[in-house]
């Protein structure tokens, strides 16, 4: 069973323009996650969807972030402009998203510099 | 916003030795999971435990929880080269919803 895909695995770009980064969770996995990893630290939620519903988008910059969830499938995190802090790894997760299933799945994560 | 507290943030050990973590946290949980992360790698999970639990195995893994004082151990028995990674506790409040990390502990095992 393949796991989670997220792609690009590395992206350099220059402060101000665009980015977008595209995770396709594990197949029949309702729940999807997009975390911000730091360097040295541990993983922050940034949103949180159940099928296409972002339930839990507290902790997403909105002036700056946006995300997708089209068909409650394959997923897309878009930052817009980028500024230099937004260097970090941005990884997906998935889960069942059903109660006694709250294992999440966790992709390679994406990595971003911004110059 | 970070709930865990990982001690100790890094930690070398021979290979063979037993490796100890511990995390500490603030609310009330309904499970609290332990997490793998290679270098420039993704998550991969270890085991959960429940609020309800005290104790878990799996293989050389060994986790406790004490919900009173709100903190949570991982022991890794007889550890091997392989296991040198970054390892993290992550406590669920809501059941399946937002999982909070801790800033883990970089675990170093020397062959």
């Known amino acids: 069973e393949a796991g989670v895909v997220q792609s690009p695995r590395y992206k350099i770009i220059e402060k101000k323009q665009p980015v977008a980064f595209w995770c396709n969770p594990i197949?029949?996995?309702?729940?999807l996650y997009w975390y911000l990893q730091n360097l040295g630290q541990g993983p922050e939620l940034l949103i949180r969807?159940?099928?296409?519903?972002?339930?839990?988008d507290s902790q997403l910059p909105k002036d700056r972030f946006s995300a997708e969830r089209l068909k409650g499938v394959d997923s897309t995190l878009k930052i817009q402009p980028a500024e230099l802090g937004d260097s970090a790894v941005y990884l997906c997760?998935?889960?069942?998203?059903?109660?006694?299933?709250?294992?999440?799945?966790f992709g390679p994560g994406t990595r971003l510099l911004v110059l | 916003s970070q709930q865990g507290e990982e001690d100790p943030q890094a930690l070398s050990i021979q290979e063979g030795e037993n490796a100890t973590m511990n995390c500490s946290y603030k609310?009330?949980?309904?499970?609290l999971q332990w997490y793998r992360q290679n270098s420039g790698r993704g998550l991969v999970h270890l085991i959960l435990?429940?609020?309800?639990?005290r104790e878990k195995h799996s293989g050389r893994l060994r986790v406790t929880l004490d919900t009173s004082k709100k903190s949570s151990s991982l022991l890794i028995t007889a550890s091997r080269a392989a296991d040198t990674a970054s390892y993290f506790c992550?406590?669920?409040?809501?059941?399946?919803?937002?999982?909070?990390f801790g800033q883990g502990t970089e675990l170093s095992v020397k062959p």
């Open positions: 435990i429940r609020s309800n639990e």
């Open positions: 997760a998935s889960s069942l998203g059903l109660a006694g299933e709250e294992t999440q799945y």
């Open positions: 609310t009330s949980i309904n499970n």
């Open positions: 969807y159940e099928n296409e519903e972002a339930v839990d």
């Open positions: 992550a406590t669920d409040r809501d059941q399946g919803g937002k999982l909070i």
């Open positions: 197949s029949g996995h309702n729940t």
